[in-house]
């Protein structure tokens, strides 16, 4: 710990507000709540809102009425709550917003009171959730910025909806913390104190499972060489990009794993047609700390996402480390820029994308394998949090 910091979350109350399930995909707001509490703690995350819209299109009584439950401790200092059900539409609109998110502080308050939560730093990862801020008992109050929300609509009028509840938020809110450089100087004009924290890995987690990691009986069928993808398939992911390799390179096995969320039908479509090639391979979610397993049969990793105005925020997504703990080269669309060859190849065309895979395959040094996992821990988990502990100590 670096001398002259004070007052750092350590052996603290911690207050995450989410819009992700905990037994969904494991995002950043996951890792950081498995570190704090790791590092001794009490963190409360609060679940994603279950709206009423979502309850009539996949009526599911148990989702609906979860609320009800106590807080669950999952594991040592880390407690799991479920919020009240939603009105829908309150991603959009300030009044309902409001409403939702006032009587969910009512509920969230008295659950933090049962568990004797006092004086906890309270950080939101939701951006209309500006109504919570100054009425949790917190000390202080973080808005968590992870993506460019606004620029995830195609109609400019919702965009402009979503960029006034989020500067409402970072108005609010003592400090702001993004996951890029582009996301901080946007969100700086409004913000009273800024920095960028980005993403890590858990690195302990890929030393202790590839140390004797078997291979995944789904692997063992598929041919060498694998060319892979780890993490969420949705829009930003170039499905166009994955078709021309596989079309290109039918000898090289394209193994994706982890659920696909896009709801566009012309998307599924693409997937559907991927599915269809003898050579390219969906695997599906996995378990979190069965990932190491998966990405340690890749030989070249991926990262290949659509060169658009979203991307263009991405600077060190989060499986770019998690491919380096494996020690694996790595072919990206977005950066990190700059870096050795051995750790990534930056490409803009498909063509160059498709060499750089075939360069990748060649960078198998014991000298580059070990570069990447020393990159690795340098941005663990771990690491991310001295680092928030750091920035919050200046508030």
């Not at 190849?345 to 394998?369: G, M």
């Amino acid at each position: 710990m670096k001398s002259g910091t004070r007052d750092l979350p350590r052996n603290k109350d911690i207050v995450f507000v989410t819009l992700s399930e905990w037994d969904g995909p494991r995002r950043i707001r996951h890792h950081l709540a498995n570190e704090f509490a790791k590092q001794g703690n009490r963190l409360l995350f609060i679940e994603a809102y279950y709206t009423l819209s979502k309850f009539v299109k996949d009526p599911d009584v148990s989702k609906l009425l979860q609320f009800l439950r106590r807080p669950r401790e999952i594991k040592k200092n880390l407690f799991i709550l479920s919020v009240n059900p939603f009105l829908p539409l309150g991603e959009f609109s300030s009044i309902i917003s409001r409403v939702n998110w006032t009587i969910a502080r009512f509920f969230m308050r008295r659950k933090m009171n049962a568990l004797g939560f006092k004086d906890p730093l309270l950080v939101v990862f939701a951006y209309n959730a500006s109504s919570i801020v100054g009425h949790m008992g917190e000390r202080r109050s973080v808005y968590f910025c992870n993506d460019a929300f606004d620029k995830l609509y195609k109609q400019e009028w919702l965009r402009r909806k979503v960029v006034s509840l989020e500067q409402r938020l970072i108005k609010k809110a003592d400090a702001v913390i993004t996951v890029s450089e582009k996301l901080t100087k946007e969100k700086s004009r409004f913000a009273r104190k800024i920095t960028t924290v980005h993403h890590g890995v858990e690195y302990d987690l890929f030393e202790e499972t590839l140390r004797n990691a078997a291979v995944p009986e789904e692997l063992s069928a598929i041919k060498k060489p694998v060319v892979g993808y780890s993490g969420v398939v949705r829009h930003i992911i170039d499905l166009d990009l994955l078709e021309y390799v596989a079309s290109s390179r039918p000898e090289w096995s394209i193994v994706i794993v982890g659920p696909v969320t896009e709801s566009d039908r012309q998307y599924y479509d693409k997937v559907d047609a991927l599915k269809k090639r003898g050579n390219v391979h969906f695997l599906g979610t996995k378990p979190s700390d069965e990932i190491p397993r998966y990405i340690s049969q890749f030989d070249v990793c991926l990262l290949p996402y659509a060169l658009d105005e979203v991307s263009t925020y991405y600077t060190a997504p989060l499986k770019f480390y998690e491919y380096l703990a494996a020690g694996k080269p790595v072919v990206s669309t977005v950066g990190p820029k700059g870096g050795e060859e051995s750790l990534v190849l930056n490409v803009s065309t498909k063509e160059a994308f498709l060499a750089a895979i075939e360069k990748a395959f060649t960078l198998t040094s014991p000298r580059q394998v070990k570069a990447r996992k020393e990159e690795a821990r340098k941005n663990s988990w771990k690491e991310r949090v001295r680092e928030i502990e750091e920035f919050i100590a200046t508030v």
